[in-house]
């Protein structure tokens, strides 16, 4: 399973931005799709991940200005961010657990390469 990530970019304090995360890979479901973020000299931690039914979880520093979404037939994730503050500067990888693909038995945890936020003040 692969996971491609794009959407990031250098954006002005209390600026926009979309991400996307794309799984493919032989792929019949995926449980939770996500995104987490990793800022320099610390550990990643968890943005928001949502479920195949709708479900949703958010870090309480995003709440509000971050909203997550998915394509579950194009096995898609979104994360539209909207007032971005410098703290959120980081890299963002998206996640993908519970993946069930054609001809396994067992289930997957998948991350994408990450891709590049940075918030300037």
């Known amino acids: 399973v692969q996971l491609q990530a794009s959407g990031g970019g250098l954006v002005q304090a209390g600026g926009s931005l979309r991400l996307s995360c794309a799984a493919s890979?032989?792929?019949?479901?995926?449980?939770?799709m996500g995104w987490y973020r990793q800022a320099p000299g610390k550990q990643r931690e968890l943005v928001a991940t949502?479920?195949?039914?709708?479900?949703?979880d958010y870090a309480d520093s995003v709440k509000g200005r971050f909203t997550i979404s998915r394509e579950n037939a194009k096995n898609m994730v979104y994360l539209q961010m909207n007032s971005l503050k410098p703290e959120d500067t980081a890299v963002y990888f998206c996640?993908?657990?519970?993946?069930?693909?054609?001809?396994?038995?067992?289930?997957?945890?998948?991350w994408g390469q990450g891709t590049q936020v940075t918030v300037s003040s």
């Open positions: 996640n993908a657990d519970r993946v069930r693909r054609r001809g396994f038995i067992s289930v997957g945890n998948y």
């Open positions: 890979g032989s792929i019949l479901s995926i449980n939770v």
């Open positions: 949502m479920t195949n039914d709708g479900s949703t």
